[in-house]
């Protein structure tokens, strides 16, 4: 990935690069939270998550994406926050995520290309310049905004995740099977 990219050249190829993507990952802190972290009297931690970013994760994996979690540091909040939306694929207390990524993507058997990540540090730099889709938040370390193929208009924790989801459903002429679900829903059943 070029130092600085030529963000007007790469908007052409999105939804040509969104169309091939198989994986999300994403990391935590900062794209799924807003990186505030709670620390509490008796050692345990909160940490909020987005409502939005959720139901995007739920609706990509119903699709048959595959969605993931790699993340540097280890949460309890982050292990229930990724069963509750019925995540598996997630690696915690990652000291080198490149090596961590190019593990994962040897066992699902996927090529760079097929993969996207959104990150929002310089940790995350490594593997913004392996995927084929590399995304942040809008509030991401301009290092990172700088070198990323597309930048969402959300900040992380505040629906950045959902915004790339939503992008890769679309490129995927996925988009109008989520909005069927609620549309076609019996009047009077709550979605």
Do not use: C
Request: hydrophobic share 45%; glycine share 8%; no cysteine.
């Amino acid at each position: 990935m070029n130092p600085e990219r030529d963000n007007k050249a790469d908007a052409a190829m999105i939804p040509d690069q969104a169309a091939r993507v198989r994986l999300i990952l994403f990391d935590v802190d900062g794209v799924l939270t807003d990186g505030t972290l709670l620390v509490h009297a008796d050692g345990s931690e909160s940490k909020v998550f987005d409502i939005k970013d959720g139901t995007g994760i739920v609706w990509a994996q119903r699709l048959g994406l595959t969605v993931g979690l790699l993340s540097a540091r280890s949460s309890a909040a982050t292990a229930q926050r990724a069963t509750q939306l019925g995540i598996t694929l997630i690696h915690q207390g990652v000291a080198a995520k490149l090596e961590t990524y190019e593990q994962i993507a040897d066992s699902l058997m996927l090529e760079d290309e097929e993969i996207a990540y959104m990150g929002d540090d310089i940790l995350d730099l490594p593997v913004l310049a392996r995927v084929g889709l590399a995304a942040a938040p809008a509030d991401a370390a301009q290092d990172v905004l700088s070198r990323v193929h597309w930048v969402a208009k959300a900040n992380g924790g505040a629906g950045a995740a959902r915004e790339l989801i939503e992008l890769i459903l679309r490129a995927q002429g996925l988009w109008d099977t989520v909005l069927a679900t609620y549309l076609t829903a019996p009047q009077g059943q709550k979605s």
